[in-house]
């Protein structure tokens, strides 16, 4: 035990400290523990459940970028959702085991990852 004569007054002002850090950290979510107000614009319309969405992705080497989906490297694609297009999107296989299996089983039915700039 430390004979420090402010040891407690140290370690209530660390919890003291820690506490309002986490309090302004879900000072930002809503009661669902989702964040609100941080909600970027594509977030509204592309997450809702009131439709289903159209998405057209284009790429160069389509039949090239299957074959080489293992080794999980984004190329640069075009995406169209709903009509509207979004150029230079970064795409690339996502997956572990899914991965491996989907190219042992010789198809071609990958799961994908978009990262948007």
């Known amino acids: 035990m430390s004979t420090h004569k402010h040891i407690d007054r140290i ?8 506490l309002a ?4 950290l879900f000072a930002g979510m809503g009661a669902s523990g989702e964040r609100t107000g941080m909600e970027k614009e594509y977030e509204t319309g592309l997450f809702s459940t009131d439709q289903v969405h159209t998405i057209e ?3 160069d080497d389509w039949e090239g970028f299957l074959e080489d989906c293992e080794n999980e490297e984004y190329v640069m694609c075009d995406v169209t959702i709903d009509g509207q ?3 230079e999107v970064g795409i ?4 572990n085991t899914s991965l491996t299996q ?4 010789g198809n071609d039915r990958y799961s994908f990852k978009l ?3």
């Open 85 to 87: 297009t979004v150029r």
């Open 11 to 18: 370690a209530l002002l660390i919890i003291l400290t820690v």
């Open 102 to 105: 989907v190219k042992n089983y």
């Open 21 to 24: 850090g986490v309090l302004i």
């Open 92 to 95: 690339r296989a996502k997956g």
């Open 57 to 59: 992705i284009t790429m």
């Open 115 to 117: 990262e948007f700039i």
